[in-house]
């Protein structure tokens, strides 16, 4: 009985008829009839970085693998939603670029509840102990010295309260023969304090000079406080309208407030430990304002790419994805800064000192604010895509134009 090869049936119930056929069919299948797709003699491979990162995720099997075969297969799917498949075979986090995103906002509100304790606690150390504020503030009393020969800021600090002259401040002026003591207000007038800092400021084989001597009131002192207090609301007001008109209202208002928290902590610590405050400490939070700021201003120019660039993702992961970009050079930064304020800390002697430490205290406090205080209020204000897209307006504009005719006008009055 005849065969015929072209029934299916036939082939199916004759395997031996069927071997050549089906080699022949295989044959004619690997035979290619278009180009490979990378150009390298593989199909497999794709160029999606996404994809290759998320196969370690498709050994599971389940949702994952499948999720990969769809990232994997251009065919099946291309562009955002092979980046979404990827997405959601690795977790919902996207890694871009062969990079994971650490989730930072995961702590955002145990940040947020620690940053609002801190604050709070510093508001009321600052309204219940005050501020140990220096002779800047208070008023006191000023002299030039100069010696014969270079002398120790501890030993003049010595040799004035054996004088009778405690709680005194020295510092150089530019030399170590020429320094500035700074006192309490005192009782005594003018020649006759004179006098006694010039017997108090005598040391054995060196002899000082008091070229000047100023008393300043307790008048100038809250005139200068006054001003301290101005000069740093002015600055905080600055940056939000220079952040407001380089970015965005919101994430002006992230920075204002991060910058008022790295103040209002460190005033804070201040008042809570007794540390004296005077001119140099209020330099130091005016120094610290700004460099909070740059660190700020870089993390929010890579948010501001990122919306523009990276589709596919949460505002949150945009956020998250900006902050891992930007961390090592956040980590060297204050790494490189922090040496210099150890050195002064150790190394530039009493007139830097409380310099140093309210610098390093501000310095902690705006690496934090920086990446979990200016970053997370625009996201709790609504921060998305849209506010960083320019909508163009159409260059046409569709308008409905009706004519009257007088004829039909003159028909209906009829």
């Known amino acids: 009985m005849a065969i015929d090869n072209n029934n299916p049936l036939e082939q199916q119930n004759n395997p031996d008829r069927n071997g050549s056929t089906g080699e022949a069919t295989n044959a004619s299948t690997r035979r290619r009839k278009k180009p490979r797709r990378d150009g390298k003699g593989s199909n497999t491979k794709t160029n999606n970085p996404t994809a290759v990162k998320s196969g370690k995720s498709s050994r599971r099997g389940g949702k994952d693998s499948q999720a990969l075969s769809t990232a994997t297969d251009p065919n099946l799917v291309s562009g955002d939603a092979a980046d979404d498949a990827a997405a959601a075979a690795e977790g919902g986090i996207k890694a871009v670029g062969n990079q994971r995103i650490i989730p930072f906002m995961k702590i955002e509100k145990p940040m947020a509840l620690l940053s609002l ?38 030993a003049v600090v010595q040799a004035l309260a054996d004088g009778g002259f405690d709680d005194a401040v020295v510092q150089y002026l530019g030399t170590r023969e020429e320094l500035l003591v700074r006192l309490p207000p005192q009782s005594d007038n003018v020649d006759g304090l004179s006098a006694g800092l010039t017997q108090a400021l005598a040391l054995p084989g060196n002899t000082a000079d008091i070229s000047n001597v100023n008393i300043i009131g307790s008048q100038v002192g809250n005139e200068v406080y006054l001003n301290s207090v101005m000069a740093l609301a002015l600055a905080l007001a600055c940056m939000l309208g220079y952040v407001a008109l380089r970015f965005q209202f919101k994430l002006s208002l992230g920075a204002v407030l991060s910058l008022f928290h790295d103040a209002v902590v460190t005033i804070g610590v201040f008042a809570l430990f007794g540390f004296p405050f005077d001119l140099t400490v209020l330099a130091a939070i005016l120094a610290l304002i700004g460099y909070s700021l740059n660190d700020t201003i870089v993390v ?35 790494s490189t800064v922090l040496l210099v304020v150890l050195a002064m800390l150790f190394l ?34 609504g921060l998305s895509r849209d506010d960083f897209v320019v909508k163009v307006k159409p260059e046409f504009e569709e308008e409905i134009v009706t004519f009257n005719d007088p004829k039909m006008f003159e028909q209906d009055n009829v």
């Not at 002779?135 to 002299?143: I, K, Q």
């Not at 929010?300 to 919306?307: H, P, S």
């Not at 140093?356 to 205290?361: C, D, G, N, T, Y």
Request: charged share 15%.
């Open 117 to 154: 304790f801190m604050v709070i606690a510093s508001i009321i150390a600052i309204a219940v102990n005050g501020l140990n504020l220096g002779l800047d503030f208070t008023g006191g009393v000023s002299a030039d010295v100069r010696y014969e020969q270079p002398v120790e800021q501890v």
């Open 300 to 334: 929010y120019d890579r948010i501001r790419e990122n919306f523009r660039r990276v589709r596919g993702i949460s505002p949150s992961q945009t956020v998250d994805l900006s902050l891992t970009e930007t961390l090592r050079r956040t980590i060297m930064t204050i």
């Open 348 to 381: 530039g002697g009493d007139g830097l000192y409380w310099f140093s430490v309210a610098l390093f205290i501000g310095l902690l406090a705006g690496t934090y604010s920086s990446t979990y205080i200016a970053s997370s209020i625009p996201l709790r204000m």
